[in-house]
């Protein structure tokens, strides 16, 4: 499939994302199979409503996760209302399965179902299906933030786009100027180091002329 021109810089992570989608389409076919060929009918004789609901909602919820994501994700390449652009992709999926936590849908429904005493193929097939969406849910959360970090996404919002060249540039640049801050310091501590010196020497230098001339006192004492 052809991805439109508009995003072109980033046509692989569409193609993708649309992939993703049919995939999400197959699912859907797969739920409604479950539901009513298989042994899920067996749920509706259950009498314990809130155990029922937990059961249930496994598959509620996991096709309308197969649904929407459907229908959302190979929409983006065709529907320009709801995707203008790419910001719009990205904004359009904050907020939905993608990033949900859904992890408590399935303990729930487990722990009913062993609870009461079901060993429903079906709904063991649900579960693997279930956990499949949530891994695609996944990948389309990463794919996501790849674009977030594309040169597309930047330039439509007015994010400034670093070039190789500049970043290192700015490497050659912080590089020297820890070398100059170096130099300056060794440049100080040497200046003080010689100072110290001299004021030494200055101090032995002292020292002595006050030796010689107490010195020269005691010979004139004695002289005297």
């Not at 652009?85 to 907020?95: A, Q, R």
């Not at 969406?133 to 400034?160: A, D, F, H, M, P």
Request: net charge negative; glycine share 4%.
């Amino acid at each position: 499939m052809a991805i439109r021109n508009d995003l072109s810089q980033v046509e692989n992570l569409i193609s993708r994302l649309i992939s993703i989608g049919e995939e999400f389409e197959a699912m859907d076919d797969r739920w409604s199979h479950m539901k009513n060929r298989e042994d899920f009918d067996k749920v509706y004789l259950i009498e314990e409503q809130s155990k029922k609901h937990e059961i249930e909602e496994v598959y509620a919820t996991g096709r309308d996760i197969a649904i929407y994501m459907s229908e959302a994700l190979q929409r983006i390449n065709a529907d320009f209302t709801t995707y203008p652009n790419l910001s719009s992709i990205i904004k359009h999926f904050e907020g939905t399965w993608v990033y949900s936590d859904l992890s408590e849908i399935i303990e729930k429904a487990k722990k009913s179902h062993t609870e009461l005493n079901l060993n429903l193929w079906s709904f063991n097939r649900m579960l693997e299906m279930f956990n499949d969406q949530l891994n695609l849910l996944t990948v389309v959360k990463q794919t996501l933030n790849l674009l977030k970090n594309s040169n597309l996404y930047k330039i439509e919002n007015g994010v400034e786009i670093m070039s190789n060249e500049s970043n290192q540039n700015k490497a050659t640049i912080s590089a020297a100027q820890i070398t100059a801050i170096a130099i300056i310091l060794a440049a100080i501590i040497g200046g003080v180091f010689v100072l110290n010196s001299q004021s030494q020497k200055n101090i032995n230098i002292n020292s002595g002329s006050n030796s010689t001339i107490i010195t020269g006192d005691e010979n004139l004492i004695n002289k005297k």
